[in-house]
């Protein structure tokens, strides 16, 4: 089950937060690998009444927000006599994550408390790796270091170093193995239920068996408040996050929260730029939001983008599709450098036979083989729309390697029977065909690629590639309109395996959005649209990917809805923009991310979440709907009625 969840990170660090205030999940050396944190948690010590207190305990109210303009997260817990803030960051330039907690006396009485922090690791994910987990108090410099290797090796020789720093310095601590109950090296999560620490030093355990925990001690007055904070840095090797954690402690907590602010709020300017006027408060802000998603979500040093957060779907990949529209979102919005990243890693990671794979992880190297030949036709028409927003030729003469060998390699997947192009899989990876998805962004990039070879003074590949662009653009109308409607595939009524037919498919809207290869009012796709809509009836409503889906269960998708509000922004349909969007928000989790996909029956998020994608779509959406806002300002929904 998907619990409710922020994002903070600076694009090689990347941590989840829960709505309660844990922290469950942080990445590096890139943004999805590896996965460490397990367990990172705040809570108290109340002396008056013996007993321990963790901020998730349901006797407090808990409500997390972004800091505005921000990517920093601020986590609020309060009961009746104590009011609880953490505020969680990572440092824009340093890959080290900033906790801080301020625990502020709302009582008429003065109180004793044991302020804790306490986690649990598993360093480099727990997938059977060589040695064991291991952590130590280092009592000359006051962290805890982590670290995996067997108990004998020096910390220099792990993979990844963690190091862990109170501030300020604890007054006790504790290094655990995780789950002992007793003794020494007693779990710090057990530890710290009696208000005291045991102060063991040294503990390690099997891969997944190690935790630490730090304890200060505070009395508050009535109105008082006190703040304690919690650095974690990571590094390569011992030396390397030590140094890292250097250039951290030489700064306060607040100057390094200031320092990040500060970045953010600075980023965000550029996206304000381009926000367009919606008078609805709460899609501005989810325009905002998306672009500060959409950035986190961008490994810095690559420039790819991870497709989702999430270990269940497994998601920490980059599809060179969604990439393709995370940048062109960025770029609309003038991200350009954002954008231009990424097609440096498509070039990077491009076969010498003019493909992508699959996915890849973020440093490019491929993780799943599988063909989907629609990703080479988007990757063509996205280094189009890079050069139009930006004029950058130098770009268009940099990239033309990459975009011959792409239009190529779409050529020789041309069927000599059939004339339209065969995919081993479609963009949802479930079976192949001659796919209308597929030939839909092969015209794309195709026309996109004649464009670039005209630019670049390659007349005689221009030519070519327009004439078999036109030719496979008429063989789409030609045979995939069947009973007035585009079918999803050449043969759509055949089993095929992981799904019943491929009569429709919400992909098809591809064709108009974003692709531009049939018009959006034509008849034919209007009449695919009213078929799309009325082909499943969900108990929570909403729009699924095509009738017989199995995955999970065959739920609606957040990206459906979206890409249909695409499309009617497109023929400038707005109340049907906004019953889609509405339905979006109606299902959005904390924050308004977006999950893949929301049960048909609860409403409950499923799948990965959120979804890069959608958010890049969101925006996409966004801009159309504010020209159209611009236009008939009389046809906004009023509050009550959105």
Request: hydrophobic residues 40%.
């Amino acid at each position: 089950m998907i619990s409710d969840y922020g994002l903070v990170g600076n694009g090689e660090m990347l941590a989840k937060v829960r709505a309660d205030g844990v922290m469950t999940e942080a990445f590096y050396p890139s943004i999805g690998f590896f996965r460490h944190i397990i367990q990172s948690q705040f809570g108290a010590y109340d002396r008056e009444r013996g007993e321990a207190i963790w901020f998730t305990s349901p006797e407090f109210e808990v409500e997390q927000r972004y800091l505005e303009d921000t990517n920093v997260l601020q986590t609020t817990c309060t009961r009746l006599g104590l009011r609880a803030q953490i505020l969680d960051f990572v440092h824009h330039e340093i890959n080290g994550i900033v906790r801080t907690l301020e625990v502020e006396n709302t009582s008429d009485e003065p109180i004793s408390l044991g302020l804790f922090h306490a986690e649990a690791s598993s360093v480099a994910d727990h997938k059977g790796e060589y040695g064991y987990n291991v952590v130590y108090y280092s009592r000359l410099s006051n962290h805890a270091v982590r670290y995996r290797g067997h108990p004998w090796d020096e910390a220099v020789e792990a993979q990844i170093v963690w190091l862990f720093a109170g501030i300020p310095v604890p007054d006790s601590y504790q290094c655990g193995v995780s789950y002992a109950e007793s003794g020494e090296g007693i779990d710090a999560f057990y530890d710290v239920r009696d208000g005291r620490l045991e102060e063991n030093r040294y503990a390690f355990g099997d891969p997944t068996g190690v935790t630490s925990a730090f304890l200060w001690n505070r009395t508050l007055a009535p109105g008082e408040s006190a703040t304690v904070s919690v650095e974690m840095v990571a590094g390569m090797s011992l030396f390397g996050a030590e140094d890292r954690l250097e250039l951290m402690m030489a700064k306060k907590p607040d100057h390094l929260l200031g320092e990040t602010i500060s970045y953010w709020r600075v980023w965000i300017e550029k996206g304000k730029r381009s926000l367009p006027t919606l008078l609805n408060s709460r899609l501005e802000d989810l325009y905002l939001r998306s672009l500060l998603l959409l950035k986190l979500m961008q490994d810095r040093r690559y420039g790819s983008f991870i497709a989702a957060p999430t270990l269940d779907p497994d998601y920490r990949y980059c599809w060179p599709r969604d990439g393709v529209f995370e940048a062109w979102a960025l770029d609309r919005c003038g991200y350009h450098d954002e954008a231009r990243l990424f097609y440096r890693w498509c070039e990077r990671t491009q076969m010498h036979e003019g493909l992508w794979y699959q996915n890849h992880y973020t440093d490019g190297r491929r993780h799943w083989t599988g063909i989907q030949v629609d990703q080479v036709g988007a990757i063509m028409w996205g280094v189009w729309q890079h050069f139009q927003l930006t004029g950058n030729r130098s770009f268009l003469v940099d990239t033309w390697p990459m975009v011959q060998r792409a239009a190529g390699y779409v050529l020789s997947r041309l069927d000599p029977k059939v004339k339209l192009v065969y995919s081993e899989q479609d963009l949802w990876e479930e079976t192949g065909g001659h796919l209308t998805y597929t030939n839909a962004a092969c015209v794309a990039g195709l026309h996109c690629a004649a464009l670039h070879a005209r630019e670049v003074g390659r007349e005689s590949e221009a030519a070519r590639w327009r004439v078999a662009a036109d030719s496979l653009k008429r063989e789409i109308h030609s045979q995939l309109v069947q009973d007035g409607v585009y079918v999803g595939e050449l043969v759509p009524k055949r089993h095929f395996g992981l799904r019943g037919d491929y009569i429709l498919d919400i992909a098809n809207l591809g064709l108009s959005v974003p692709f531009g290869v049939i018009p959006a009012d034509s008849p034919e796709m209007a009449q695919t649209v009213r078929k799309l809509k009325e082909e499943v009836d969900y108990p929570i409503e909403g729009v699924g990917r095509y009738a017989s889906d199995l995955f999970m269960g065959g739920n609606p998708w957040s990206l459906s809805a979206i890409w249909l509000a695409l499309y009617y922004a497109e023929t400038g349909e707005t109340q049907e923009v906004y019953r889609q969007l509405n339905w979006c928000l109606k299902h959005a989790m904390l924050h308004d991310f977006m999950p893949e996909q929301s049960h048909k029956q609860t409403g409950a998020p499923a799948g990965a979440s959120p979804l890069g994608w959608s958010h890049a779509w969101i925006v996409l959406v966004l801009q159309k709907l504010g020209r159209l806002v611009r236009e008939a300002p009389d046809l906004v929904p009023t509050k009550e009625s959105a």
